[in-house]
């Protein structure tokens, strides 16, 4: 922990009010010639609040990017409904570049949770590439019964009228991962809503519930205190993190995949110039050690170069929309 | 001792002088959005919580949106004092009794003793938070669903000491207020309800737009409607401090207010929501005159503003010793704390002693701030009153909007201050008061919330709510309350009966 000066003081104080002058300024609007882009500082719009996971994210690549590209990249958080409000507000933005939009999975599943979705996440965007897929650990109160994650299965299966499965609310990652672990077990057990992670975590530390399916962002340090039991890890490989949590497929159930993917995306007529100028520098931004140890912090890690790319989030965007599309209307049917 | 080796490493950290700065500049910026209605604390560190990721000290981030949070409880009071305009649900509490002092030329004596009573509650509140957090965290943990539901339960009925008027009239409203709190996206099935179609709606109402409609905005049209009110206000813009019998009056009330709060902060599911409105209750139950709450009772006061300051610092407890945030405004600090690379968790006290400890004193020092800030202002406050009402209040109008609206920039919050404004005046007409009303808004949707999961839990089971001791307990306490509030009202009426028959 290193002392500030009081020049320090000065600088912070200043650096706020700069923020300011940045807001105002980028809300001019830049210029038109893709050739000459990007002149001016760039809105990355998060349709979620910030601090939060995504938001987090999103400040870790846009430093890199904003470095690479000469210009600011200025974070506005803008949430609300289940980031159905911000991305809506991206889709209505100039296609001149100059507004782009960080969203997760929630972008593939809105079109099943919200019929009245006032845009069409394929349609009236264009990607420009992947980011990063955050693993999610399926963890249960410290003094539930199974041991490992096979014991945790036949348990679930067994007990499937007795047990109950918190989450953070509908849409919300673990709601998905919770959806999708039942749907693979072939139970349906209660499930419980709560306002948020903090609140569904604080009951399932408290034992008030038995189990969730998280983000490791929101699990980790609570495994790594051993405050609630982990059994395994929704990703094909072991994650840095927690290197002694088995993947689901070692425990035997392959078809248990599910992370929270973050993707960048701008308003469907945006010149593919723009597209490209971006996602070279989302590229560059996620080779830089910095972003990778930020990361592994959180227990992820920045997708692969080509991963982040149009053509491979533009893929997983379409799949994903069909594999949530199915999993949640038969929930909701069910 | 370790408490002292501890306390010792958290003042060697909140006083250097770069993060007394800091604190200083949190609680500076905390009491400006406290003041301003609608611009609350949480909106604050959302969009302040940015600039702090630049810090390459993480305390120091920390310090300073603390501040911010702690500020803003302390700021909120004043407006709710001087222009019944409260910010927040727990400064509604305040408006009841601090407006009426106002009213009668006393506002500078309702803000001195807001101000004095946070003090004393965030000082006693920092140390229960140096000697008592983990197992106050501990025991945190054991309320769950059905514990919640029947602390709201015995809220709502201990509420009812809120209106100083009608009891049935105060029924009317909590009961108004929770259908008020239904609106909006269900949590659990997401089904939209009374929204019309509405989708700026779907995420309820806005509590700051309702609370400025039915105090701020219905205290204007009443002042307009009967000018004797506001002539009396200026007049007597008397005595700033308050006398030494004044002072005498709230001692009692401040140390048990403290107490209460504090206790009620750690709950993680929202108890720092109760934690003003439980503080007046008490407060006019043990009263000798209880008649006069609501007509400017000094204790109605100080006794909600430190219940309110202490829960404000206690609510850090679950965030610092388990890394669970209690509330939004903690789960922003969860996000400063990833940022900075500290992984939020139950560690985060061994992991980061420095860290947790100087925060812990920084509230202290905080504190102090805050009242060397706040004393010396209220001279200035209270002259505002001495502006011309018909300057003074197209100004409240004016701020109330834009302070709405920046809210969550929806056109619909602004139509909706309108609206309830009105239906406050129409209510002040009828007799009834707002600040039930509130309560129920905010309680109504922890109520249904925490009966519903409590159900879902129990699969269905309604005897959880018996049968788990805490909740047993909380029930049969509600009980009580419920026949103490009831008896003396059938007994007069019984009394009546009698003298009729003689």
Redesign the interface.
């Known amino acids: 922990?290193?002392?500030?000066?009081?020049r320090?003081?000065a600088a912070?104080?200043g650096?706020?009010a700069g923020?300011g002058l940045i807001l105002a300024a980028c809300s001019s609007g830049g210029g038109a010639d893709p050739a000459e882009y990007p002149e001016d500082n760039i809105e990355v719009i998060v349709p979620f609040?910030?601090?939060?996971?995504t938001?987090?994210v999103t400040?870790m690549v846009a430093e890199p990017m904003s470095q690479d590209l000469g210009v600011q990249m200025v974070?506005q958080?803008v949430d609300?409904?289940g980031g159905t409000v911000g991305a809506g507000q991206a889709a209505a933005a100039e296609p001149d570049g100059y507004t782009v939009l960080m969203h997760h999975i929630g972008m593939s599943t809105a079109p099943a949770?919200y019929p009245d979705l006032a845009y069409d996440p394929v349609a009236d965007f264009k990607t420009v590439g992947l980011v990063t897929e955050v693993p999610m650990t399926i963890i249960a109160r410290s003094d539930f019964e199974p041991e490992t994650f096979e014991d945790f299965v036949t348990y679930v299966q067994e007990n499937a009228?007795?047990v109950?499965m918190a989450h953070a609310?509908?849409?919300s990652a673990s709601n998905l991962c919770g959806l999708l672990l039942t749907e693979a077990l072939g139970v349906e057990v209660?499930a419980?809503?709560?306002?948020?992670t903090?609140?569904a975590?604080?009951?399932l530390?408290?034992?008030?519930?038995d189990f969730m399916c998280d983000q490791t962002?929101n699990t980790?340090?609570?495994i790594?205190?051993g405050?609630v039991k982990a059994y395994a890890v929704t990703t094909p490989e072991r994650i840095e993190a927690l290197p002694d949590l088995p993947t689901t497929a070692e425990a035997g159930q392959p078809d248990i995949q599910v992370t929270v993917w973050h993707g960048l995306y701008v308003p469907a007529e945006t010149p593919d110039e723009i597209v490209a100028t971006l996602t070279e520098s989302l590229q560059v931004a996620l080779a830089d050690q910095t972003v990778i140890d930020?990361m592994a912090?959180?227990g992820t890690a920045p997708v692969s170069e080509e991963q982040a790319t149009p053509e491979a989030h533009t893929e997983l965007l379409e799949e994903q929309i069909g594999t949530w599309g199915e999993i949640i209307s038969a929930s909701q049917g069910g | 001792m370790d408490l002292l080796d501890n306390l010792a490493l958290g003042f060697s950290q909140a006083l250097?002088?770069?993060n007394i700065?800091?604190c200083l500049?949190g609680v500076v910026l905390g009491t400006a959005v406290g003041v301003l209605p609608g611009i609350g604390p949480t909106a604050t560190i959302?969009?302040?919580?940015?600039?702090t990721?630049?810090?390459?000290?993480?305390?120091?981030a920390l310090i300073m949106l603390a501040g911010i949070y702690y500020g803003a409880q302390y700021g909120g009071s004043t407006t709710a004092i001087l222009l019944n305009l409260p910010g927040e649900s727990s400064a509604a509490v305040t408006a009841i009794d601090g407006h009426e002092m106002a009213r009668s030329g006393r506002a500078g004596v309702a803000l001195a003793v807001a101000a004095l009573g946070s003090f004393v509650a965030g000082t006693v509140a920092t140390v229960v938070l140096a000697v008592a957090a983990p197992p106050l965290a501990q025991a945190a943990?054991?309320?769950?669903?059905a514990e919640y539901f029947s602390l709201v339960v015995l809220g709502l009925i201990g509420s009812i000491a809120l209106a100083s008027g009608s009891m049935l009239k105060a029924l009317a409203m909590i009961v108004l207020g929770i259908l008020l709190g239904t609106l909006g996206?269900d949590?659990?099935?997401?089904t939209p309800r009374f929204t019309f179609g509405v989708?700026e709606l779907?995420?309820g109402l806005s509590f700051v737009a309702l609370a400025v409609g039915v105090f701020g905005i219905a205290e204007i049209l009443r002042n307009l409607h009967d000018p004797r009110t506001r002539t009396r206000m200026v007049s007597r813009v008397a005595n700033l401090w308050p006398t030494r019998a004044e002072l005498r009056r709230i001692v009692a009330p401040v140390i048990r207010a403290t107490g209460l709060g504090s206790l009620l902060g750690v709950l993680?599911?929202g108890g720092h929501v109760l934690a003003s409105y439980a503080s007046y209750a008490v407060e006019k139950r043990v009263s000798r005159n209880p008649r006069e709450f609501g007509h400017g009772a000094i204790e109605g006061v100080a006794g909600p503003e430190s219940a309110n300051n202490a829960a404000a610092q206690t609510s850090f407890i679950?965030l610092l010793t388990?890394?669970?945030?209690?509330h939004?405004v903690?789960?922003?600090?969860?996000?400063?704390f990833?940022?900075q690379?500290i992984?939020?968790?139950?560690?985060?006290m061994i992991e980061q002693p420095?860290?947790v400890w100087g925060l812990i004193a920084s509230m202290w020092v905080g504190n102090v701030l805050l009242v060397l800030l706040n004393l010396p202002l209220i001279g200035l406050w209270v002259r505002m009153l001495t502006v011309p009402y018909s300057v003074l209040f197209p100004i409240i109008v004016v701020f109330a909007c834009i302070g709405t609206y920046s809210l969550?920039q929806n056109p619909y919050d602004v139509l909706a201050v309108a609206f309830f404004g009105l239906l406050g005046f129409v209510l002040i007409r009828a007799g009834c008061e707002p600040a039930p009303l509130l309560l129920g808004f905010v309680l109504g949707p922890l109520l249904e919330?925490n009966l519903r999961?409590a159900l879902?839990?129990s699969?269905g089971d309604p005897s959880v709510f018996f049968t788990r001791p805490i909740s047993g307990v909380l029930l049969g306490l509600a009980l009580v309350a419920l026949v103490v509030t009831v008896l003396p009202t059938i007994r007069r009426k019984r009394d009546v009966v009698f003298a009729e028959e003689e």
Do not use: C
Not at chain 1, 192 to 196: E, F, N, R, S, W
């Open positions: 922990m290193t002392p500030a000066g009081p320090k003081v912070y104080i650096a706020l923020l609040s910030a601090g939060g996971p938001d987090t400040r974070v958080n609300g409904a949770l009228d007795t109950t609310g509908e849409g209660t419980v809503p709560y306002d948020g903090g609140p975590m604080t009951e530390v408290g034992g008030q519930v962002t980790t340090g609570q790594t205190a405050k930020q912090d959180l | 250097q002088w770069h700065m800091f500049l959302a969009l302040l919580l940015p600039i990721f630049g810090f390459d000290d993480p305390t120091s943990l054991s309320f769950g669903a996206q949590l659990y099935t997401g989708r779907y995420q993680p599911g679950p388990l890394g669970l945030p209690a939004p903690m789960a922003l600090m969860v996000g400063a990833i940022i690379g992984t939020p968790g139950p560690d985060v420095a860290l969550g919330e999961r879902l839990i699969r």
